[in-house]
């Protein structure tokens, strides 16, 4: 329906409740001469008469009685429909739909998430942990969270903190095999990697070297598509892993890993926090949206500070096998 005849509808209704065209048009704000157009295009458009009208009053014909007895129940939904959207836009309860990737939300999400139900339990979560990038619109998201590059036109995304690459491996892999003295010296060790579960593409290293990011494929020693398992496989020693800083950070400063090739580290992937709408967002996403700004942005819980790249490695390890 379209605006003016919304409201010719609304101008018409006030009318014959109260009794008065000049009283109508004070109701909804709007100058006496507006309602009485208001009024006259919606006579126009349907045909008949509303009113009979003199410079004194006011009163419905039979066409006008039979027209106000069929809009005001409709004309009542809809209001109501209104004051409900509007109220749900203000009021910090109900669904919220929100999309990430699996080991993205475990590690960093979740704390946010559990604080955020403690702060609004009226809020309903639906959390659907994915690590394809699907459609916005088809899965009716409110919230989302990626890794990597900023997500597609048409979203606005946030970059919240650095994704570092690390590469690391646990002291009695050192102690067995030596440190990696280079990029290119990795091929002469046990790499893990990791395959994207969605694709099934086994992901290269990727490395800074100078103002350039570098990719380099290894033969895998060990391959997973869960980041938890190559997690665990690295600090049981089997294999040296570039794991992202999220998980590598608490591991190395639990003494669990030791960080390799640091000057090669690269933070060019970030978290982003994405979403449709600056304005039109009801509060329970505003509030979320904030509170994993809060947390997040710069939290060096997550990622190694540059002094802890810096610290040198630990003495006696063997050379690395040529």
């Not at 203000?90 to 475990?106: C, F, K, S, Y």
């Not at 570098?214 to 496989?233: G, I, K, W």
Request: aromatic fraction near 6%; glycine fraction near 8%; proline fraction near 6%.
């Amino acid at each position: 329906m379209a605006f003016n005849q919304l409201r010719a509808i609304s101008t018409f209704i006030q009318a014959a409740e109260l009794g008065s065209l000049r009283q109508a048009a004070a109701a909804q704000a709007i100058t006496p001469q507006a309602a009485s157009q208001a009024l006259g295009q919606l006579e126009a458009h349907l045909g008949v008469r509303l009113f009979h009208r003199t410079t004194r009053r006011l009163s419905l014909t039979e066409e006008g009685s039979q027209f106000l007895e069929a809009a005001q129940p409709g004309l009542a939904t809809l209001q109501r429909a209104l004051q409900g959207a509007r109220r749900g836009r203000e009021e910090i309860a109900g669904p919220l739909r929100i999309v990430a990737p699996r080991a993205t939300m475990l590690q960093v999400l979740w704390p946010v998430l559990e604080a955020f139900c403690r702060l609004h339990p009226q809020v309903e979560p639906d959390v659907q942990l994915d690590d394809r990038i699907g459609n916005w619109v088809e899965d009716r998201v409110d919230v989302g969270f990626r890794v990597g590059a900023a997500p597609e036109e048409g979203l606005i995304a946030r970059r919240l903190m650095p994704v570092q690459l690390v590469v690391c491996a646990a002291p009695a892999y050192l102690a067995r095999f030596g440190a990696p003295s280079s990029i290119d010296d990795l091929s002469n060790h046990r790499c893990s990697c990791f395959r994207h579960p969605t694709s099934g593409k086994v992901m290269p290293w990727e490395f800074k070297r100078g103002q350039e990011i570098v990719s380099r494929a290894f033969a895998p020693a060990l391959c997973t598509n869960d980041v938890d398992l190559e997690a665990l496989a690295v600090v049981a020693g089997q294999a040296v892993g570039q794991l992202v800083g999220a998980t590598a950070a608490p591991l190395v400063r639990s003494g669990q890993l030791v960080p390799l090739l640091t000057e090669h580290v690269t933070d060019h992937l970030g978290l982003y926090v994405y979403y449709g709408s600056r304005v039109a967002q009801p509060a329970r996403v505003r509030a979320f949206i904030d509170l994993a700004a809060e947390r997040l942005t710069g939290n060096d819980r997550y990622f190694l500070r540059p002094e802890e790249l810096r610290a040198k490695p630990l003495r006696g390890r063997r050379a690395a096998r040529r």
